[in-house]
Each structure stands twice: as structure tokens, then as C-alpha cells.
């Protein structure tokens, strides 16, 4: 027997719409077995992962803080992929638009400055990310070099670009030597929703950066461009669209949107610049675009979904000594799911005997 | 033993792994695969190389599991990208980020621990030459191997007929399959030739790099390495001059802490990315003409019955 595809005359667009869901389906029953073989038991850890965080207030605010950059930064990735650029660099992104943040809020600690430095922050860890995709961009342009490369390349330099800072100049003098800024003043900290708790102004930000989204995509000529360029670039060549413009557009908007996400992080939940600000944000924006089928509101239900998974390992980890790895072998599996069912949408799977039967008699 | 000897040595290590995993894709590439998950092949290689010779106190053992490691991660690919038609450049990736998590998974128990890097040859008399003789007689077994394998590649790639065939697969499928070639099934070997290069080089780290394992110690080699068959423009013996330019310039970041300058280390330790990205603008900027790369490189392939 052997397994063959056959294409299908047309999206099917049934399992396109229920694919993520079989992909999710099969990932759960995937940890099942890697629950099992850790040891411990399966029902009982994915209640912990899965359940017990939608069942208290904390836990539901706190899913909400960690699903605002991953939807911030997938909604950005998507316009990309879409129009067939690869930014896998948005972690890089993330990490410089939170240095040039905080370059602000570090400035003017303890000026009395007024109310306008949160809005500077934003601005400045936006633009500052939009400057940093723009290298791959024109690397890729101008001179044809492999964006996947050049972004994910970069994000090594941001990363040691913040630990330089945070190590060197812009230190906290009473941090204990901890490699950490000082605390942002009230003025550089992104505003709580809820009194005491930990949903903050951002929430409502990637909202709507989604709204913005669907809007780009569904109702503007740019959106039009952006997925004719990516599904179909013969077309697009011959309506007359600049593929070099969308590639350096949709890396620009990427890359604001996940420096406004590092900004927002850091001035927010974070409070302070330091090393590790990120659990690996960038990438698992990666899993969450495509989950959401690089769709806005797909992408919303992806990032809170995502968000879960990072929420319930920290609970497994102190509840049943699971390793937090656990969660990243969780959303590797989920990607490969994913993808594996989007095959589905343009190909039929059949199987059929290894060795064709010899046709007998004359044809 | 000088300083420039230690240098040389030094450099020759460094860029051992990243040889290892470029010769592997370069052969994938060739193929007309595009696997960009080196990186994840290469994390979960080193955690799986160090697990086997940590509990079997031998490098041998440790080498060969970090192989098995590699290829199974990569017939993950495989069952992706040729036998379900995925897009190779999101399955790479999807690769790389399960890799990271499993090989914390793996390696969880083994952090702290250390064991007895690989041995250096010692040839009496040739090992004894001053300079020369150390350098070129007295390498850990991987480097040799790591040599032996682009020589083998070369003339693997060039010089056979199976070669010629995997190199056709690469440049047009559509012509191999029509001449009766299983394109499928050479690119499944390539792309598990690719993930046992690219096990052994993660292997490499903890076994002869440094003695224990860290999560995250390949710290980009896998992406360097994948840049480096661009820089190699997908031939062998580039990729032995990429390589040890690479090796270099990682060795002269270290020692260029050692030595004191007043740039900060973090500057420092960029080098090799930054250095990554001035390349590859160079060089696609330098190839404006025509690629050369296998033409079919990265695009899926359905045979039809």
C-alpha cells in the first residue's frame, strides 16, 4: 500500500474552516502520549493545562497579557506570509522595539516628565521595530539576499544588543548588580484595566490591531494586492503590482507591530528592561499566524489559544513537576499539525496498492 | 604550544560543527530540499549525543546517537515536506522550534553533568612536528571526519552517477521523474543524509566542543550553517573556505575578549551574525546574473501517476 495526493479542483473549503481544529485535536492526543511517557497521568495533566487556567479570574487576565503580543505580532507576521515574505525575525522585533522603548522611560527616570513619555515609548518601540524588519526588507530587495536568514540573524543581535545595555549603561545603580533597569516611573507604564489585577491598556490595543487587520485585508486595495502578490505573483505581475513594495510594506508593519509588542511588554507586565522578556514570543507568533490561518480573527483565537498553553505549562510545572520544555514541544507539534492539515485543503489523500497489478489482456 | 597554533586549533574546532551541518544541507539542497530546520536537527543532536555518551561513558556511542537523533528529526520533515507536499519553509521552522523544546526535554536531566571530551589523535613523530605537526595530526576524530565527509560528498556530487541523478532531482523534478528516477525517494535519502550531518555537528558541541551539555548551545549554528551553502554557491569545496572563515571569526571574537580590548563582548559575539548577513548581501549581490542554486530548490513535488 502506498500513500498518494491528488490535487483537488478546488480548495476544499470545508476543511479549511475545521482543519485547525482536527490540527489541535491530534496535537492534545500527541501530549497525551508524551504525558505518559513522562510519567505522569494524562487526563489529570491536561485538565491542569487545559482547564484548570480557564476556571479563575487571575489566570483568565493573565491568559489575556500573554495572548496581546502574540496576536499583536502574528497579525503582522500574516500580512507577510501572505504576500509570500518569510520575517522569521519578529523575536528580534519584539527585543528592539522594547530597547527603544525604554531607551525613553530610562531617560527621563525620575524628571517628573509629563504623560506624553508612554505615548513616546510606543512610538518610539514601533518605529524602531519597523526600522529593524526594513533590513532584511532591503537586503531581500536590493540585493536578493534570503530574508529568512538575515531576520533571524538579527534577532541574535538584538538580543545581545539588550543584554549589553542592561548589563552596561543603563543598569539599575540600586539593582543588586542583577542585570535589570530600574522600574519604570508611573508615567512610562502601560496602565491597568482592572484595579490590582494584570490586564493592561494593551489588551485593548491588539484588539484593535486586529480590527485595523481585518480591515486592511478584506476591504482595501493594499490587502488586495497583499494576497494577490502572495497566492498568485504572475497575476499580480501583470496587474502591475510592485511585489519589492508589498515585501518592504508588509515587513514594516510587521516589524512595528512587534516593537509596539516588545514596548508594551516591558513597559507593562514586565515593568523593567532585562534579559528574557520574551518566552520566545516571535516564534510562537510564527504558530499562531498560521493556526489562524493568517486570518485576523483566526489569529485572535490562535493567540489566546497559544496563550493557554503558556498559562497551563507554568501551572503543570508547579502542580506536577512537568517540564516547562513540555509546552514548547507542545506548540512544535501543534505547527507541524497544522501544516500537515492544510495539505488537506489542496490535496486528497488516497491510498493505493505499492505494486500496480499487470493490466492484463491488450490495451 | 604558541599562540598562533592555539588559534589554528581553536579555529578548526569552532567551525567543525558548522562544516558538518553545511556539507548535510548542501546535499539536501542539492536535492532540491530546503530544509531549514538545522538548527532543530542540530539542538536536538547535541542533547541526544551527550544523553548516549553521558550514560554510555562513549563519544563513539554519543556520536551515533546524535546521528539517529538527527535522522529522525529530519524523517519528521520528510513525512511533511515530500510526503504531504507542506511548504518546506514553514515545516523548517516547525522543526527547529519542536527541536528547541525537545532537546530541553532531553538534555533536562544532563545539565551539570560532564564527561570526557573527545580525545585529540596522537600520531608519535608527526603529532611531534612543531606547529604543522600538531595542527594536522592531532585534531579530534571529528575534525578528520568532517573533512572526509566533504571529500566524500565532492565526489559523491560530481563523480558518480547516483551524484549526477541527485543533482538532476535538484534542478528539475519534473524531468527526473519523467525519466523514470523515484525523485521522492532520493530526496528522502538526501534529506536524512542532511539530518544525520547535522545530529553529528550538534554532537560535536558537547562531545568535543566543550564537555557538557547547556540548552540552546547551538546558538545559531544551524542558521549559519544554512547560510553558509548560499556563500558556498551549493559546491563542497567553498564550503570548506566558508566554513573556516566562519570558525575564524568566531575564535577572533573570543580571543579578542581574552586579549582585553575595551569593545564590549556582547559587540563582540555579534560578529558572527553580523558577519552572516554582510556575506549573503555580498554574494547575492555579486550573483545578479543567475542564481546558482539548484533551480528546483524549496518548491514541492507531486508525482502524478
Not at chain 1, 497579525?75 to 525613553?104: D, K, M, R
Not at chain 2, 524531468?175 to 535519502?189: D, E, N, Q, T, W
Request: include cysteine; aromatic fraction near 8%; charge should be positive.
Amino acid at each position: 500500500m502506498q500513500l498518494v495526493l491528488e490535487k483537488r479542483a478546488e480548495r476544499s473549503a470545508t476543511i479549511a474552516l475545521i482543519s485547525p481544529l482536527i490540527a489541535i485535536g491530534l496535537t492534545i492526543a500527541t501530549l497525551c502520549i508524551v504525558f505518559a511517557v513522562l510519567g505522569k497521568n494524562p487526563i489529570a495533566a491536561l485538565a491542569v493545562y487545559f482547564i484548570d487556567p480557564l476556571t479563575d479570574g487571575y489566570s483568565l487576565q493573565e491568559i489575556a497579557v500573554k495572548a496581546t503580543p502574540l496576536v499583536m505580532i502574528a497579525i503582522g507576521l500574516s500580512l507577510c506570509y501572505l504576500a509570500n515574505a518569510w520575517n522569521i525575525g519578529a523575536e528580534g522585533q519584539f527585543l528592539i522595539g522594547a530597547v527603544a522603548g525604554s531607551w525613553l522611560a530610562v531617560k527621563t527616570q525620575g524628571t517628573d516628565a509629563g504623560h506624553w513619555v508612554l505615548p513616546g515609548m510606543l512610538v518610539l518601540g514601533a518605529a524602531a521595530g519597523a526600522l529593524y524588519a526594513l533590513i532584511p526588507a532591503i537586503c531581500k530587495v536590493r540585493f536578493g539576499a534570503s530574508e529568512i536568514l538575515t531576520s533571524l540573524m538579527l534577532v541574535y543581535v538584538a538580543d545581545l544588543l539588550l543584554d549589553y545595555l542592561v548589563r552596561g549603561p543603563w543598569r539599575d545603580p540600586q539593582g543588586f548588580n542583577f542585570p535589570t533597569t530600574a522600574e519604570f516611573d508611573p508615567v512610562a507604564t502601560v496602565p491597568t484595566l482592572i484595579e490590582g489585577g494584570r490586564l493592561h491598556l494593551g489588551s485593548i490595543i491588539a484588539l484593535l490591531v486586529v480590527a485595523a487587520g481585518a480591515v486592511l485585508l478584506g476591504r482595501t486595495i493594499k490587502g488586495f494586492e497583499i494576497r494577490v502578490v502572495g497566492a498568485a505573483p504572475r497575476a499580480a505581475r501583470f496587474g502591475g503590482f510592485n511585489a519589492n513594495q508589498l515585501v518592504l510594506l508588509t515587513f514594516a508593519i510587521s516589524g512595528a507591530l512587534a516593537g509596539l509588542a516588545g514596548i508594551i511588554e516591558v513597559a507593562g507586565p514586565v515593568g523593567h528592561l532585562q534579559p528574557g522578556i520574551s518566552p520566545g514570543y516571535g516564534f510562537t507568533a510564527i504558530i499562531v499566524a498560521f493556526l489562524g490561518r493568517l486570518n485576523p480573527i483566526g489569529i485572535l483565537i490562535a493567540g489566546l489559544f497559544l496563550a493557554l498553553t503558556f498559562i497551563g505549562g507554568e501551572q503543570a510545572q508547579i502542580a506536577m513537576k512537568i517540564p516547562l520544555d513540555v509546552t514548547k514541544v507542545f506548540q512544535g507539534i501543534l505547527l507541524f499539525y497544522v501544516l500537515a492539515c492544510d495539505s488537506l485543503i489542496l490535496y486528497r489523500f488516497r491510498l493505493i496498492s505499492s505494486s500496480p497489478k499487470v493490466q492484463s489482456g491488450a490495451h | 604550544m604558541g599562540l598562533i597554533e592555539a588559534i589554528i586549533l581553536s579555529v578548526l574546532a569552532a567551525s567543525t560543527p558548522l562544516l558538518l551541518a553545511a556539507t548535510g544541507e548542501l546535499v539536501t539542497e542539492r536535492s532540491g530540499v530546503l530544509n531549514l530546520g538545522v538548527e532543530g536537527m542540530m539542538i536536538v543532536g547535541a542533547a541526544c549525543g551527550f544523553g548516549g555518551a553521558w550514560l554510555s561513558g562513549s563519544i563513539i556511542v554519543g556520536a551515533l546517537c546524535g546521528m539517529v537523533a538527527g535522522i529522525l528529526m529530519s524523517l519528521i520533515f520528510a513525512l511533511m515536506a515530500l510526503g504531504l507536499a507542506v511548504n518546506q519553509v514553514a515545516t523548517g521552522l516547525a522543526l527547529t522550534i519542536l527541536g528547541i523544546g525537545l532537546s530541553g526535554l532531553i538534555g533536562a536531566g544532563f545539565v551539570g553533568e560532564r564527561i570526557t571530551p573527545a580525545p585529540h589523535l596522537h600520531i608519535p613523530g608527526l603529532s611531534d612536528i612543531p606547529l604543522a605537526g600538531r595542527i594536522l595530526f592531532g585534531e579530534d576524530g571529528f575534525v578528520y571526519l568532517s573533512i572526509a565527509l566533504v571529500v566524500g560528498v565532492w565526489w559523491f556530487l560530481y563523480r558518480t552517477r547516483a551524484g549526477l541523478i541527485l543533482r538532476a532531482c535538484g534542478d528539475n523534478h519534473v524531468s527526473a521523474h519523467a525519466l523514470g528516477y523515484p525523485v521522492l525517494r532520493i530526496r528522502l535519502y538526501a534529506v536524512m543524509f542532511g539530518g544525520a550531518c547535522a545530529g553529528l555537528a550538534g554532537a560535536y558541541l558537547p562531545l568535543a566542543y566543550t564537555p557538557f551539555f547547556i540548552p540552546g548551545m547551538t546558538a545559531g549554528r544551524g542558521w549559519i550553517a544554512l547560510a553558509l551553502t548560499v556563500f558556498a554557491s551549493w559546491r563542497p569545496a567553498r564550503l570548506v573556505v566558508g566554513a573556516y572563515l566562519f570558525g575564524a571569526v568566531t575564535i577572533l571574537q573570543l580571543h579578542a575578549q581574552g586579549a582585553g580590548i575595551g569593545i564590549p563582548s556582547q559587540f563582540m559575539s555579534s560578529l558572527p551574525y553580523l558577519a552572516t548577513i554582510i556575506v549573503l548581501v555580498l554574494l547575492s549581490r555579486a550573483r545578479t546574473g543567475g542564481s546558482t542554486a539548484p533551480a528546483a530548490l524549496g518548491t514541492v513535488f507531486v508525482p502524478d501517476r
